[in-house]
């Protein structure tokens, strides 16, 4: 799917049709939007118990922001999909269907889910059962997708030891047991990593930085590209000196401690986390792509409803009305919206005031402060005369 792709959904009265017909109203809505401007499908929206006109109201309310949160809430997973397949727009793409669907197919094919959303509920419950999905989806994504970070930054650890420089990486495979001292009661052996510059600076100065350095101790043990590494002798009493001391001069004291088979235990340690990372890796990816699939049913659902609830309340009861998805992009949506605002601005009434052509005049801010409370107005802020709402799926 192009990201230039723009969906509408449009609810209007079927006394739009001189016959009050549900097809001839959706011909009419398409023949409105014309094929210039985009292309129109049915979208079937059950009817749901209605309660109050009050209760409607604050439904409207409840579903705005949750409307607002599920969108997102499919941003954010698929800021997830991205950075796990590291930005590869291809493979996203691959991994970004609907019920096993490509996103277009499941929207111009859409069908309320009567099981696990049944239509003869409250819609007070429809509402908490979608908010409580959405929040687990959410969840369950964040804590899986975290767990693979974790990972990644304990084994990215583990490489960094393995192929650093002298001053950060692994003394393990690189230090002779035999340079340094063991069990002694007053003698203890120093590992420095010196930057390549400072060498000369070590070799003249290292044996007075501090008290009691056994003198001609250094032994040069190997270096890269970026410090050399050295064995140095001191007494214990004065180590810590020694180490202070080694770092005010930017050399870099290493912590070391041999142990029989350390360099195999490092190598296990890196397979056994690198193993993890790409079991973890396939489980973060299996739960990304199930998490947006899901994320964006629940969107569409939330939508639908919404679409039902300001339905009831703009153009009452009984209720005949048909609704359309109008499939668009970002630049042909603005002549598809001001198409429809031409063949349907009169179901505006005579509360808002009309130029000399007989449109709507949007500057009426006391009512459309009233208009906004009551949730009749896009979320643009923009009084629309009939029901609309606009939306994008990357």
Known sequence: MSKLTKYLLVSLP?????????????????????????????????????????TLVQQADELAKLESACEGIVIHVGDSLRSLLEGDEEKIAQQKNVNDRPVDQY???????????????????????LQKEIGSLDNDVKSKYNQYNQVKTNLTALQRKQTGNLATKSLTPIVD??????????????????????????EKSYETISPFVVPRSSVRITSDDEYTLFAVTTFKKHSQEFIHKSRERRWTPRDFKYREGGKEEEQKEVNRVSGDE????????????????????????????????????RYGLPLDFVCGLVRTTGKLAKKAKSSLDSSYSYLGGNAFGRDKKGRITKDDSGVSSDMQAAGHMGDSGDYTAYVFYDFEIE
């Open 14 to 54: 079927t006394s739009i049709s001189p016959s009050n017909d549900h097809d001839e109203a959706l011909t009419a809505l398409r023949s409105a939007v014309s094929t210039d401007y985009g292309t129109v499908y049915p979208f079937a929206i059950p009817e749901f118990k209605i309660g109050s006109l009050d």
């Open 107 to 129: 929207l111009r094919s859409f069908s309320w889910n009567k099981v696990k959303y049944r239509a003869d509920k409250p819609i007070a419950e429809i509402v908490d059962s």
């Open 177 to 202: 047991p035999s340079l340094l001292i063991h069990d002694s009661e007053y003698l203890e052996t120093h590992l420095i990593a010196v930057p390549s510059q400072g060498i000369r600076d070590f």
């Open 278 to 313: 790409r079991k973890v890796w396939g489980e973060a990816l299996r739960m990304a792509r199930t998490g947006w699939s899901e994320s964006v049913m629940v969107w569409i659902h939330v939508l639908a409803l919404r679409v039902f609830v300001e339905t009831v309340l």
